[in-house]
């Protein structure tokens, strides 16, 4: 059973530039859940994916969007970046839209400078 | 709003030493709650679960009880290891979809 995986493993961008990260669901999971971890923080929800069509999203401003595609893979795509954008991005995989057991990849470091 | 409060870190310990990590939380309704733990350089573990009331999850010799009446959450283990050494994160779950709302972490130091 593949687990969760993520690309790239780090990135330095310049703030108001555009950046998208990458992420593999767990072999049998529908369901793409994104969070943002800065540093000594909890992460924080984005938003989900689920059936190719975003199910959820948190507090974040429209610059932050997603797609998920019939794999099940799922894109982050961050625009007009700001300083503050630099965190660890997490991605979760499950399986089904009322399922908070959860399984994270490794993250992708985001730095802007 | 839904929260998750969690002791400040980091918390150190003697090996063999019992731990203990408190965790509140606020919301409505009964959410699911969690323990994740995360592992320097790596993403984060699910670690134990309750989904209601009394409910005891545990794994690796951890351990944590749903306590609706105290809204806690708390993580113990009776004798630590050096490889417990990581941060750990309560979390609670609600609202129809997958959403996890995570405390800042606790960060646990084991030393020989």
């Known amino acids: 059973e593949t687990g969760v995986t993520q690309s790239p493993t780090h990135l330095i961008k310049t703030r108001g530039q555009q950046v998208t990260l990458r992420c593999s669901s767990q072999s049998g999971h529908n369901t793409v859940s994104w969070y943002q971890q800065a540093l000594g923080q909890g992460p924080q929800f984005i938003f989900q994916?689920?059936?190719?069509?975003?199910?959820g999203r948190g507090n974040f401003p429209p610059r932050f969007s997603g797609l998920q595609f019939p794999n099940y893979s799922s894109e982050l795509n961050v625009n007009a970046l700001e300083l503050d954008d630099s965190a660890l991005y997490l991605c979760?995989?499950?399986?089904?839209?009322?399922?908070?057991?959860?399984?994270f990849g490794p993250g992708t470091r985001l730095t802007v400078t | 709003g839904d929260s998750v409060t969690q002791m400040e870190g980091p918390v150190t310990l003697s090996e063999e030493a019992f731990l203990t990590i408190n965790c509140t939380y606020t919301?409505?309704?009964?959410?699911?709650l969690f323990w994740y733990v995360q592992y320097p350089g790596e993403g984060l573990q699910l670690l134990l679960k309750a989904t209601k009331a009394d409910d005891k999850g545990s794994n690796k010799g951890f351990e944590a009880t749903y306590r609706k009446e105290t809204t806690s959450f708390h993580l113990e283990k009776g004798s630590v290891q050096v490889s417990d050494s990581a941060v750990y994160f309560c979390a609670l779950g609600r609202g129809g979809y997958n959403k996890l709302i995570f405390g800042a972490g606790t960060r646990l130091a084991v030393h020989p």
């Open positions: 994916y689920y059936r190719e069509e975003e199910n």
């Open positions: 919301a409505t309704g009964y959410p699911s």
């Open positions: 979760a995989s499950s399986h089904g839209t009322d399922n908070y057991e959860q399984y």
